[in-house]
């Protein structure tokens, strides 16, 4: 797999717009990973700047981003393949990310996302950082809370607006979001809890 054009999640294939379809899950086929996720050297010529899977599973992939052919890590992400849900970790912020490269996002563009997991539900106010990204910034505790409800659930439901509901399904992505979590915590992102699928020790 490559390491320097790869990006988090592909494209999403039938879906024009965010509410065009009923509870439709987009975890079934692997895809390749979003641009909308890399930094911004990672289109440029040749450079030590990597993005390097971590851990892949079901419709759901961890990567990291390492600026020194691998010496140091200065991002860390996870998510759906489907583009719908994505989780970004760095030095200045943790954020919940969806996108999707039918979307022609306005500048700066707002509006709600509702993410829904078994009893779990929150509204992200999510701002446009591209034409085909959402993003939202929020605090460890509130992204501990929903990696923790992922973590006992088999499907977590997003509506954008008050448009009908999609539905993401979380099988495999225990394993993928405890390594997002170890890789906030090593590189003193944030503390973002114990995974459901991580070992307190070796022994």
């Known amino acids: ?30 895809h390749a990973m979003p641009v909308a996720m890399q930094p911004q050297d990672e289109n440029s010529s040749p450079s030590p700047s990597q993005m390097l899977v971590d851990e892949h599973g079901g419709g759901w992939v961890a990567i990291h981003h390492t600026p020194d052919a691998g010496v140091h890590t200065d991002l860390c992400i996870a998510g759906s393949e489907s583009e719908i849900l994505m989780f970004r970790a760095d030095a200045d912020s943790l954020q919940v990310r ?13 509006g709600d996302m509702t ?4 009893a779990y539900t929150h509204v992200f106010h999510m701002q446009a950082n591209d034409a085909t990204t959402l993003a939202a910034t929020m605090p460890a505790a509130d992204m501990t809370r929903l990696l923790d ?17 999609l539905s993401v399904n979380l099988a495999g992505s225990v394993p993928v979001l405890d390594r997002f979590r170890g890789c906030a915590e090593t590189q003193h992102f944030a503390d973002l809890g114990q995974g459901a699928g991580q070992k307190s020790s070796p022994f």
């Open 1 to 30: 797999m490559s390491t320097k054009f790869k990006v988090l999640l592909g494209c999403l294939a039938c879906l024009a717009l965010p509410g065009g379809a009923w509870a439709q899950s987009y975890d079934d086929t692997a």
């Open 115 to 118: 993410v829904t997991v078994g």
């Open 98 to 110: 969806s996108a999707d490269d039918h979307w022609t996002l306005a500048n700066g563009e707002k």
């Open 149 to 165: 409800a992922m973590a006992r659930q088999h499907l977590a439901v997003v509506r954008f607006g008050d448009q009908p509901p």
